[in-house]
């Protein structure tokens, strides 16, 4: 299951686990990336709370943090390889792993359908 912000952040679901990075829509609107400021590993994340930056030859923009949860992996391969967040910002260039701390915040957040219509 994957969920979406309005900071266009998105949420990959599997469990008490989730995967966390940008979306096509905000990759598109920072142009080429050309750095990422990711968490530390073991930091506990309130929801909303800035988790990371990202970096482009346009601007610098704060990634807020979709759920509450606890970082238990961050993505190396993104950090040497910052386009990996243009080239497949849903794949490849993923951000960072949490163990939930709240599941039910993953309601208050758009399905598929909700954030084509808010994105488009």
């Given amino acids: 299951m994957t969920k979406y912000t309005e900071d266009h952040v998105w949420v990959e679901v599997d469990g008490e686990h989730a995967r966390i990075g940008i979306t096509v829509h905000a990759q598109e609107a920072l142009g080429d990336i050309v750095f990422v400021d990711l968490p530390a590993i073991g930091k506990a994340i309130t929801q909303k709370e800035t988790a990371g930056v990202v970096e482009s030859v346009k601007a ?46 993953l309601d208050g957040l758009m399905d598929d359908s909700a954030y084509a219509a808010f994105s488009s």
């Fill in 60 to 105: 610098a923009a704060d990634v807020y943090m979709p759920v509450s949860g606890e970082v238990t992996e961050v993505n190396e391969a993104l950090r040497e390889d910052p386009s990996l967040a243009n080239t497949d910002p849903q794949g490849a260039g993923w951000f960072f792993k949490v163990r939930l701390s709240n599941a039910a915040q």
